[in-house]
């Protein structure tokens, strides 16, 4: 009787130990795969830490190429503005230059006021415009070509005096277009630039050259961009749009308190 009693006893001793060797095995197995799926997890967010790092100095990079490639862009169309004025002063019997590129003809610009130039930009689908065919688009949209051999969109101001509102060049230097060769001339792109000195009309002459630019686009099957190329998003438009209102608040400003 005693050594049965001391079998069981043993027996369920016996039990007791498998189960506690079981559940301590079983107990390391899951630290073990904790372990691993927290080590796995850290070496992906430190993988991802590094991607973005690294994404982010490529956009800085990027982004420091695009604004020295818009400031030389602004600057090229800023002397063939200037080269423009020149030659429509020349051919007026006033001495003072005509305003260009404003709406606002009760303005005239001061000498001390500091002009923007916004662009848009218009690249072919293709293998380019032919001339010919800008010409046609030009008249559609009510472009001339005139000073410098580039499109302006004029205003009818007091007189016969013709005031550019917007120009559209050639993307490739010059950006002059030759108008006795339109039929063998092709351009990679254009360039429709508005220069605001200071008017008060600003934001509704740049909604005009979008309106433009975006009529040409269809008609010549291209691309709208930025001044850096970038395609133009709603984004672009709209800070483009509030830059021109922070310009003439600005202007404003020191108008008023001169």
Sequence with gaps: METDFLRLILFLVGIVVVLIVYFWERHKRVNTQIDAIRNAEQSIEEIREEIESDQWVVMDEYQDDARSDADNMADELNQLSELVAEESATKTEQTEQI???????????SSNVES???????????AGFNGAIILD????????????????RYCEASGHKKTPQFNMASMVEPGSFPRDEMEDFVTPG??????????????????EMLATAEKLAERLDGELQDATHCSLTRQAIEFQREEIIEYQRRQMLLKNNK
């Design 99 to 109: 305003p260009l590129f404003s709406g606002d003809e009760l303005e005239e610009p």
């Design 116 to 126: 923007r130039v916004f662009v848009i930009n218009l690249a072919s689908c293709r």
């Design 137 to 152: 688009a030009a008249k559609d949209v009510g472009l001339e070509l005139g000073e410098m051999d580039i499109f302006h």
């Design 190 to 207: 254009l360039s429709l630039f508005l220069q605001i000195s200071g008017g008060h009309s600003g934001l509704a002459l740049y909604d």
